[in-house]
């Protein structure tokens, strides 16, 4: 009897603790509401306000409300960012419920609202959450690939948040698999990822503790944990005002400690982190956080053998579990059973095994379900994408045909192009050297014929006047009709060489000029010549020639030859003083080469200006070019260079 009566005693105070309790929320979202209608004008005030509380009451029924409000703001001022963080406030708070139906529907209209505003951060934040969830559930085959999938995606849209989250999903994939190594490997190259919050580095710090303390590495375990620690301290000291946020962080962060001294039995140290552990302990903690700490304090009074205290604890952490994360709530019975059974209690310890493993064969064939369904998943997911990636293929090589010919289709019209654009260019410079050169030889025939007329005229009248002197005049002396005479032979001489200059010229450019080519040696030429020139009456030349050939062949006409070389070597008439000329002849790969210097024909031309010679020099030029080789004047060095091919014996 006394004992029904104190049931419905306690029954009684649950039930006014519980009417109390919410009437202290209903208050509080009143006053949150009053506060809210009673603010300025100012949306962006109004929305910043509405996100802080939710953040102090976040996991509340009531909570949502907060939400809708500040979202019809931001929706109405077209607050983008606003927006999306607030869509992200609601994914939060159905994770603080543990509700994953609602965390799905939260997650998808998240994703929405971050692509349409390109916004992706908490999208991949969230994404991240969602796989670690699967995780747990141990489907790490598919959270795998997700975490591929994630990782080219924030590649391609050059995220970083998203890259670290797809390496860090990755990581406790591997974790969860039993792939140590490879998990911690993961982790630290997580932790080389440029431009990492310091916040995010402590969230790594923390797993990788994680495995070390499961391996019973504790010394390795309590370094990981320091660095954390390290990490937490800098970003508190950077931003004060996010204290309230960090918190489960750091509740988090010292109930590793705690965890570490539990397994050591150094109580001493474990005492002192739950101390600090309550500091950041509340009924608004992430209820996994709460669990974990109700296990702590279990552990400590379970080593300290206060067993009612110790059963108290985990009857608290097995109450926070509300039908959430089955299999670790069998884990902590089983621990309440250890402790059970430490206590002597043995029969309740069998009990407590009992209800475990009856929990856990029905754990089981959920899993076992699960990961059947899953595996199914994985399959149809990598039938899905191979079958897309052979048709992505099928697609690149098609595009890639198609573009190899179209550029090959450019490149030959390109080609076609400017071969054509080469062929005009070069007519019309074609064309343009063919006018230069009409024109140069209209004006040189135009000189010509001045030039000519001049030279042809002056000996021309003399001839014609001393010959009408001489017809005329009866009355001249013998010496007189002599003079004449001279002077018309030597006029008539000269209009006769003039007009044979003149004719060979002709032929010349017109390439009528009959040769008889015969076998010559250059060297006796060259002898010839000079031996010629010397014989000359009153010769005023002084010859000098220089060889080191005993002979050299040629194939030549000898009397046009010799006809050049006299040309450059003797003095034309009319030439004044003496003369030094000297000429080399030297062998020059399949060329013979002349050089003559201080020829009388060019001191003619340079001193006395006539034409007569400038017609030899021409003369000289188209004959040695008919038989492909050169005649080169360099007048101010007052050199005459000839080259003409030679013969192989």
């Avoid at 508190?236 to 001294?261: C, N, T, V």
């Amino acid at each position: 009897m006394k004992r029904h009566l104190l049931l419905l005693l306690l029954f009684c105070l649950l039930s006014n603790v519980l009417q109390a309790q919410q009437q202290v929320d209903k208050q509080l979202r009143d006053s949150i509401f009053n506060i809210y209608h009673s603010m300025s004008a100012d949306t962006a005030k109004r929305v910043e306000f509405m996100r802080d509380m939710l953040q102090k009451n976040i996991g509340k029924e009531w909570s949502v409300e907060l939400l809708d409000s500040a979202l019809v703001l931001a929706v109405d001022s077209q607050y983008r960012e606003e927006e999306v963080g607030i869509r992200y406030d609601y994914y939060r708070h159905y994770k603080y419920q543990a509700d994953t139906l609602q965390m799905g529907n939260a997650f998808r209209t998240l994703e929405a609202v971050s692509r349409k505003y390109k916004k992706y951060d908490l999208y991949f934040a969230a994404w991240g959450d969602i796989l670690q969830f699967n995780t747990v559930r141990g489907d790490t085959e598919y959270v795998l690939l997700e975490a591929q999938r994630m990782m080219e995606e924030a590649q391609k849209l050059d995220n970083r948040t998203g890259i670290y989250y797809s390496m860090l999903t990755t990581a406790r994939a591997l974790r969860a698999s039993k792939h140590e190594d490879e998990a911690i490997e993961k982790y630290r190259e997580t932790l080389e990822l440029p431009h990492l919050p310091k916040v995010d580095r402590a969230t790594v710090y923390n797993e990788i503790y994680t495995i070390y303390q499961l391996k019973g590495e504790y010394l390795m375990a309590i370094s990981e944990l320091n660095m954390q620690r390290s990490m937490m301290e800098q970003a508190l000291a950077e931003a004060p005002e996010k204290a309230d946020s960090y918190r489960d962080k750091m509740l988090d962060m010292e109930l590793s400690y705690s965890g570490i001294y539990l397994d050591t039995s150094d109580l001493d140290n474990m005492l002192k982190h739950l101390k600090q552990a309550e500091k950041y302990y509340s009924s608004n903690s992430l209820f996994s956080y709460r669990i974990k700490y109700h296990i702590m304090w279990g552990g400590y009074y379970c080593l300290n053998e206060e067993w009612d205290k110790s059963f108290r604890e985990y009857d608290a952490a097995l109450a926070s579990f509300d039908g959430t994360q089955p299999l670790f709530k069998m884990t902590v019975r089983i621990i309440k059973g250890h402790a059970l059974r430490y206590a002597g209690r043995y029969k309740e310890a069998a009990e407590n095994y009992l209800r475990g493993v009856q929990e856990m064969d029905s754990l089981n064939r959920d899993v076992l379900r699960l990961h059947e369904e899953a595996h199914q998943a994985n399959y149809t997911i990598r039938q899905a994408l191979l079958d897309r990636a052979t048709a992505d293929k099928r697609y690149n090589q098609l595009l890639v045909a198609l573009i190899v010919l179209i550029i090959i289709a450019l490149l030959a019209l390109l080609w076609r192009a400017l071969h054509v654009r080469r062929m005009l260019r070069k007519s019309e410079q074609e064309t343009r050297e063919a006018l230069n050169t009409v024109e140069a030889a209209d004006k040189m025939k135009e000189v010509f014929l001045r030039n000519i007329t001049s030279q042809i005229r002056v000996p021309l009248n003399l001839v014609v006047g001393f010959s009408e002197v001489l017809s005329t005049e009866k009355d001249l002396s013998q010496e007189q009709m002599e003079e004449y005479a001279g002077l018309v032979k030597k006029n008539a001489g000269q209009l006769s060489q003039l007009i044979f200059d003149v004719l060979d010229l002709s032929r010349l450019e017109s390439g009528m000029m009959k040769f008889n080519v015969v076998e010559c040696d250059a060297v006796q030429l060259c002898r010839d010549a000079k031996m010629m020139v010397e014989m000359q009456e009153n010769n005023v030349i002084h010859l000098q020639f220089d060889t080191t050939l005993d002979s050299l062949l040629i194939q030549a006409d000898s009397g046009r030859f010799m006809k050049l070389l006299s040309s450059i070597l003797s003095a034309p008439e009319g030439y004044q003083g003496m003369a030094w000329v000297n000429y080399t002849l030297r062998r020059e790969a399949v060329v013979m080469k002349l050089v003559v210097t201080g020829s009388p024909l060019l001191k003619m031309v340079e001193e006395e200006g006539e034409y007569s010679p400038q017609i030899q020099h021409d003369i000289n030029r188209l004959y040695l070019e008919t038989f492909n080789g050169s005649y080169l004047v360099k007048e101010e060095e007052h050199i005459i260079v000839i080259t003409y091919p030679i013969l192989f014996s």
